[in-house]
Structure formats: structure tokens, C-alpha cells
């Protein structure tokens, strides 16, 4: 995740170094996009630091106090995903292709299994029906596990490892803002031009 939050600075120092860019992204015409940018930016920021210091700190020992805790940092990550992809349509023009994003993938399907979204909406209907739910003393950061019940399979405890699944989506995320520095670089390349 620091990582993430050092890309998202690089991403930052260029903007505010760059008369180009900002030129281009203050320009009336641009204003969703930099609405975009300037949005993301914050949420990035806010969400990586976050999850920083919740890791460092860990989960609370009162289940109940916990599980709020895991939907703040499932929504986070969540938050966090989306600020990336508008950031990257933002500076790039092109929407952001997750289809090979494994670990950000996995996370949101993590998310949305564990919040029982998968019972019977957006599947298909060969599909059996799912329901899902986090008990109280589902786990932490080493690894969480849930209750979810299929028609053809009865109960089973699903568990997942959170850390390196969260750590694997920080390394794609962390791509995806280097692509994002890239795209500024060539197409406000480095000048002497004043700053706005």
C-alpha cells in the first residue's frame, strides 16, 4: 500500500510541475476530467493511508467492533479501486481494463460474496443459489473465513488469506498509477513552461 501511496505522489508532483498539464486540465472544456483527477487523487490518497495504518494497528479483539472494521476496509479497497480507474480514464482517455487484475478481482468478488450479493442476482441461473455471511470471529489480516451455504453442497467455511490477497491487488494498483504517470509524461512531457 505505500507504494501506492508513493506512485500517487509521483502522479501529483508532475501535475503541480507541469504548466502543460495543468493548462490542459484547467482548460473550461476539461472540467470532468479534472474533476475526475482531482477527485481520485484525495481518494487514493485517503484510502492508502487508511489501509496502512489499519494494518499496522489490526483488527480490534471485539468481534463486533471487527466486523465493522473488515466492511471499512472491503469498502475502502472498493473506493480505492474505483478512484484508480476514474484517475486512469482521467489522464489516459481509456477505460481502464481489469479482466487480467487477478487480486483486484478477487477482491471485490471476495467483498460481494461476503455481503451475500451473490444469492441470486447477476449469475446465471444454472448457477446454484449462494448465500453467504461473515460471523463474528471470521479472522483478520493472516486470514478470514465465512459461512456460505449452496443449494447443492450444504455449508462449507470458505477461507481466504487477506493480507497477501490485499497485496496482491496494491501490485496491480500500483501498475495501473505508473501507467497513469506514463500516459502525463508523454503527453505533457517535461518542460520549462511556468506553472500555473
Same mark, same amino acid.
Given at each position: ?13 508532475? @501535475? ?21 483527477y482531482y477527485t481520485s ?18 483488527? @480490534? ?29 482521467a489522464v489516459t482517455s ?12 478477487? /477482491? ?9 450479493? *451473490?444469492?441470486?442476482?447477476? %449469475?446465471?441461473?444454472?448457477?446454484? /443459489?449462494? %448465500?453467504?455471511?461473515?460471523? %463474528? ?22 477461507t481466504v488469506k487477506l ?26 512531457? *517535461? ?6
Amino acid at each position: 500500500m505505500l507504494r501506492i501511496v508513493n506512485r500517487r505522489q509521483e502522479i501529483y508532483d508532475y @501535475f503541480h510541475n507541469n504548466g502543460d498539464c495543468q493548462q490542459f486540465f484547467f482548460d473550461a472544456a476539461q472540467k470532468e476530467r479534472y474533476a475526475a483527477y482531482y477527485t481520485s487523487m484525495y481518494l487514493v490518497q485517503d484510502t492508502s493511508e487508511s489501509l496502512l495504518a489499519h494494518r499496522a494497528r489490526g483488527f @480490534f479483539s471485539d468481534p463486533l467492533a471487527a466486523y465493522l472494521e473488515f466492511w471499512g476496509v472491503m469498502q475502502a479497497l472498493i473506493i480505492q479501486q474505483d478512484s484508480i480507474s476514474d484517475l486512469y480514464e482521467a489522464v489516459t482517455s481509456a477505460e481502464l481494463d481489469i479482466r487480467a487484475l487477478d487480486s483486484w478481482q478477487a /477482491v471485490r468478488t471476495l467483498r460481494n460474496a461476503c455481503a451475500g450479493h *451473490p444469492a441470486k442476482r447477476d %449469475r446465471p441461473k444454472n448457477f446454484p /443459489v449462494t %448465500r453467504t455471511f461473515m460471523g %463474528r470471529r471470521f479472522g483478520g489480516y493472516p486470514a478470514i473465513t465465512y459461512e456460505q451455504w449452496q443449494a447443492q453442497g450444504g455449508i462449507s467455511h470458505p477461507t481466504v488469506k487477506l493480507a497477501p490477497l490485499i497485496d496482491g491487488h496494491a501490485k496491480e494498483a500500483e501498475a495501473k498509477l505508473v501507467e497513469v504517470l506514463q500516459s502525463m509524461k508523454e503527453q505533457w512531457p *517535461p518542460s520549462t513552461k511556468q506553472k500555473c
